[in-house]
């Protein structure tokens, strides 16, 4: 292999999954460069300097390479793959005849750009009858999701390519991308006297250095400023009355909410000058160009449901949906999950709305998934419904999720959990089987996030490394699992392989036949890897599920395929899309939509609904100026969880890649450590109710006073060069609770912990 060759593929390290070109060794194994790819369609040669370290990730030193099974004494022995499928297929029946299938769960579904391995969970799901599934969306987006269906239908994204008002809340794009070319995009409307920058946030983070307008609001008290911008907007009549009498329902009784909000005081209680609202609100009036993003910063604290609706009507009042340079609802590939909540119970609650509930404590479940911070209390129950076991796929909740002593005696407590992951994880370390998966640089792979609007790409990453010898694509993992469950008889698929043989029209004319068999509709995914992915290149067999998802864009919005450059009707054009996707290296347009067209309005009336009852009576429960209680031991808020340039998520555990000289520090305004008798660089015991922490000090007057920083990321358990253990940085969740979560989703309150410093 020429180490000269530059190859295509993508960062892992965030939602942008930045399309880029790397280098590898003469080894064939370890990536030396990494560039920016600018024939990629999104990114478009774009990335940040996180990239360059993704063979951090690729080599760690506690990459898995041999099956392990748990030993009565709870060390691990390496057995053969043979004899780990039959057994994991048995314990995982056994718990499914003996309990029911319902007293399994399965958490994960596939690491950042790392998703089509979850894509053939689904298949395995239905054989073991599991009702219940949950991610780390379940810990931040849940309600976000939950209001995007009940006022839209659909999940929204802002144009900042082309807005005249951008507002960012509770995010920094500058570190944390989460959009496509996020610096670049920041700094260009930045720049820009024509356009205008809001930026909602505690921190004068370096995107809110950007802003022409920097709402420095009071941690936690972000919904107050957004009603009053809105009040403002409703009570001096600059909302697009004609639009909304047009295109929403429900209007009348949130316009009169807004129009009783006392502007001034909720503006003074959320620490910003009623000059700086009335600014605000002047620009989204000006305009229905208007793109809005939200992020952790207030998803994952108190209010965060209401927070989020608030948001979802800065771009609908001034009638900004499905405008050009506004916001839009994305289209394009997504991808499904291990189960979806099929068996799950529903309720119907006072406002007349049906849910799902968990089975134990009734926890609301949004898109089929379980709130995260519920998941112990539905196992460390005697509870006939308690869980039993687990999967856990290319996820570590263990370390990623709230309450890790609490998580961690929920594990335990469970009769059998099976882990499939590239390295040994802090929840790996719990497990009674772990299945050691080949890494996303050594497989086909893809992101099911839906990007943009109104060109939408999708980018297959051909396998880019060999496979790690001992370790298995999840495709293959699964499809093994599945001939263990013995759910189709030797052969029964060989007239589907011999379509598959003949080419892709016959294939597809003998998979519309097949499909009409509910035993092939439910097992699809598992269906098109052994038939089809035989016959695609190695290096792309794991693409095959993707079929199914191109036929379906054919069938479903044909005019979009044709107006990104794709040719064809019916089936022809499910395969030229298919086609074009295994074809191109770096990404391809998959749709090109118009601002306003069909696709944006998914509710059976054809409008928005304004009016969420839950919503509503928050609304008035603003005027009570609650906020959760921070008494004497606890004076400090602790931001549990921040974006630098040198931390990310743990899927790179190995600490080494982090350049910068305090990447696990504190940050602490200097009045506080001043006050605190703190030195900058020196130590401090961070204590919450949940736990305690040494920590280094930096001073930072970026933050306000009374608020504290901890990055991301840390707190992994990894092996030094002679192989001991050691750990970097705090691991966050240590110090969480799980009873610190929103009422309606359970969304945990990461970015609002009560917290105390004291000198070391």
Known sequence: MSTEEWRPTACNLCYANCGVLVRLDESGRNIVKVRGDRAHPGSQGYTCNKAAQINYYQNGRDRLSSPLRRRPDGTFEAVSWETAIVEVAARLEGIRDTYGGDKLFYYGGGGQGNHLGGSYASSVGPVLQASYSSNALAQEKSGLAWLNGRMLRGSWHGDFDTCDVAIIIGKNPWQSNGMQRARIRMRDIGRDPARTLIVMDPRRTETAELADIHLAVKPGRDVWCIAAILGHLVQTERHAREWLAEHATGAERVLEQLGDVPVADYAAFAGIPLAQIEQAATAIAGTDRIAVTEDLGIEMAPNSTLCTYLNILLFLLPGAFAAPGGTHLVTGITGGYMVDGDGAEEVVDGYGVSWQKTPVTGARMIQGMMP??????????????????????????????????????????????????????????????????????????ATFYPQEFPENFFHLRRRLIDPLPGTLPEAEIYARLMEALGVFEPGELDELARAAEAGYLVYAEAMTEALASPKIATHLNYVLYRTLGATLPDDAREAASLWANCHQLAATIPDHLRAAGHKGEGLALGIELFEKILASESGVVLLKGEPGDATQWRRPDGKVNLLVGEMSDELDRLAEYRMPERDDAFPMLLCAGERGSYTANTIIRDPGWMQSNNPDSLSVHPADAARLGLADAGSARLVTKRGEAVVQVEFNDRMQEGSISLPNGLGTVYPDAAGRPMRTGVHLNELTDLQDRDPWVGTPWHKHVRARLEPV
């Not at 999967?391 to 990623?400: C, G, R, T, Y």
């Not at 609490?406 to 994880?425: C, G, H, K, Q, S």
Request: one cysteine or more; proline letters at 5%.
């Open 372 to 445: 995260c911070n519920s998941i112990p209390e539905e196992i460390l129950t005697d509870h006939p419904n308690r869980f039993r076991g687990a999967i856990v796929e290319s996820a570590n909740p263990l370390h990623s999720l709230a309450d890790t002593r609490r998580f961690e005696a929920a594990l335990d407590a469970l009769e059998f959990v099976v882990v499939i992951d590239v390295a040994m994880t802090e929840t790996a370390q719990l497990a009674d089987y772990v299945l050691p998966a080949s890494s996303t640089f050594e497989k086909c792979e």
